[in-house]
Structure formats: structure tokens, C-alpha cells
């Protein structure tokens, strides 16, 4: 305990360090920036798969020129299309081609809170041997540096940024009561998706997140323990250890039951040595140095909302149903 209020202040005093270095390295943390993921839904219709691909490439351009480049473990902000035919002929040429006039609209959107930060509509031409060439055309004419496109992502950012500003009360209060109901893994999400640009919200969430990831290493100590306890209860021999160790591994070292964890290492050891005649290697995990310490606590908090992310990700895997 008295190593984890010493990082508490530590965090104070490094923070606006290590947030100095990164700005003058140019580099910014995947989890603390904005980002775009680029995806083509599978509710347009007609589409050639070939053509999909290239439509996501040229999107994936779009943010990464403008400085958006996508990053899967916030997989919250994304950048897609939605593309209509306007019309399709056969061009009177010989051998005849097809020709496409689409209309792209793009949008940036938040997948959780189903909200539209931006949209602009454009149309390009396309003409091709067969319907695949014709698509791949139309696609390859979006200028991904016009100032159409520069301004419809200018627009995106700045009202995700207002988003965060003027929601941040009720980010940080949502965040809370998931912790209050156990679901720390999404009040994490939560606040480590706050970006960086938004620096008041940043910094309370940053706070507010150091609790709320205690709550949680608490909890997961007292259900992994348990866990172990009862797998070590039906299996004591040198496989039933290495199971507890995998269980016993995951927890924070920092947690309140790290003495009953120890009691049940040290029980385990002396049986294995006992039964199996076997030096049992695992050791309880410790925070590497007291200047580290909170870096470490910080990757431990955000890992936690990634994982949450991802798992999000799995379950609803870019369904844009709402937006069309």
C-alpha cells in the first residue's frame, strides 16, 4: 500500500514530463490520440469484394494523411463509406466498357455511441473492362488529399474533441457507476479512450482512472485467488501448480490479497516438493522499481480498457446497420 500512494504522487510529478518528451519525439500513444479505423460495411450493396479492399486502402489513406492513422486497439472512432450507383452504361466503344458513376458518402462515426461527427458526399466516375475495373476506377479517382476530404476530417476531429469537452462530466460519472456495478473493464475503455488533444478531460480521466483500476486488480485478486484455491483443492500435484500459476500470474501485484496469495504459493510449493518430488519455479509477481512503478500501473489500467475493446470489437465486428 505504502508503494502505491508513493506512485500516486510520483504520477504528479513525472506525467507532465514524460508528456513533454513524447510531444518533442513526435510520437503519440495509440490510446491517448485520436485515431480512425477504416472499414467498408458489408451493407453496400453489389460491391466486388477486389473493389472493398481498395475502397478501404483509399480510406486508411484518408486518415493517415491527415494525421488519423487507425490504431485496432481503440477501435471506437472510424472513418467509412457508403456508395450508390447513380448510373451504369456500356460505353459505345470497341471492345464496349462499363461505365459507373458512384456517389461516395463518407462519414467519421463513433461505433459505441452511434453518433455522426462528420459526412460529405462526393462523386466519381469510373470505367472499366468489367464491373470489378469499372468500381476500382471510380475509387482510384478519390483524391484522398482534396481540400473536400481535408476539411470533412478537419471536421470529424474537432467535434470529437467538443465531444469530450463538453460530455466529460458525464464520461467521468458513467465511468464511475460501471465501476459501481463491477464492469471495470469498460469504465476503463472509457477513460483511456479520452484522447490526449482534450486535456482537461484527459487529466480527470487519468484520475479517475487510478481508483477505479484498484477497485478492479482488488476484485480480479479476490476471483482469480478463489479460483485457484479451488482448482488447487482438486488437483494437487505439479500440473494442478502450473494451472494456479497461470491463475495466480494475472493478478496485480499491488492487490490487497497478495498475502493470501503468498500463503497459498508457499502451500503449493511445499506439496509439489512433497508429492512429485518437484522444485516448483513460480514466484509471485512484483512491480520492477518504485520510478517505474506508475508507467507500469498506467499500461496495466489502459491494457485492461484494450482488452475490453477488443472484446467489443469481436461481439459487434463494425456493424453499421444504425448509420445507413
Not at 459507373?100 to 467519421?108: K, M, V
Request: aromatic share 12%; with cysteine; hydrophobic share 45%.
Amino acid at each position: 500500500m505504502k508503494y502505491f500512494k508513493k506512485a500516486i504522487v510520483l504520477y504528479f510529478l513525472i506525467m507532465p514530463i514524460i508528456a513533454g518528451a513524447q510531444n518533442i519525439e513526435g510520437r503519440a500513444d495509440d490510446l491517448a490520440r485520436i485515431s480512425l479505423n477504416a472499414i467498408v460495411p458489408e451493407q453496400i450493396e453489389n460491391m466486388p469484394e477486389i473493389a472493398r479492399s481498395n475502397l478501404q486502402n483509399r480510406l486508411m489513406q484518408i486518415a493517415t494523411i491527415n494525421g488519423l492513422g487507425g490504431a485496432e486497439v481503440n477501435p471506437r472512432f472510424v472513418i467509412t463509406a457508403k456508395v450508390d450507383v447513380l448510373s451504369k452504361n456500356i460505353t459505345p466503344t470497341a471492345p464496349p466498357k462499363i461505365a459507373y458513376n458512384l456517389s461516395f458518402t463518407f462519414f467519421i462515426v463513433d461505433m459505441i455511441e452511434q453518433n455522426v461527427f462528420s459526412s460529405t458526399n462526393m462523386e466519381f466516375k469510373g470505367v472499366g473492362t468489367n464491373e470489378n475495373k469499372a468500381f476500382i476506377s471510380a475509387i482510384n479517382n478519390i483524391n484522398v488529399r482534396a481540400p473536400q476530404i481535408k476539411n470533412f476530417v478537419e471536421t470529424g476531429k474537432r467535434k470529437i474533441i467538443e465531444y469530450y469537452n463538453s460530455r466529460c462530466d458525464f464520461i467521468i460519472s458513467e465511468a464511475r457507476s460501471l465501476a459501481g456495478r463491477r464492469q471495470f473493464e469498460e469504465a476503463l475503455f472509457k477513460l483511456s479512450s479520452v484522447p490526449e488533444v482534450s486535456k482537461e478531460c484527459f487529466d480527470l480521466a487519468m484520475n479517475v482512472a487510478v481508483p477505479i483500476y484498484r477497485q478492479f486488480a482488488n476484485y480480479q485478486c479476490r476471483v482469480l485467488l478463489n479460483q485457484a484455491e479451488a482448482y488447487w483443492a482438486a488437483n494437487q500435484n505439479y500440473a494442478g501448480a502450473e494451472n494456479v500459476a497461470r491463475l495466480l500470474s494475472q493478478i496485480d501485484p499491488d492487490a490487497e490479497c497478495m498475502d493470501e496469495v503468498r500463503a497459498l504459493v508457499e502451500r503449493v510449493r511445499a506439496r509439489v516438493l512433497e508429492v512429485d518430488k518437484r522444485n516448483w519455479g513460480f514466484t509471485v509477481n512484483v512491480w520492477d522499481d518504485t520510478v517505474a512503478l506508475e508507467r507500469q500501473r498506467i499500461s496495466a489500467w489502459r491494457d485492461v480498457g484494450v482488452a475490453w475493446g477488443r472484446s467489443w470489437y469481436s461481439r459487434y465486428h463494425w456493424n453499421l446497420d444504425w448509420l445507413w
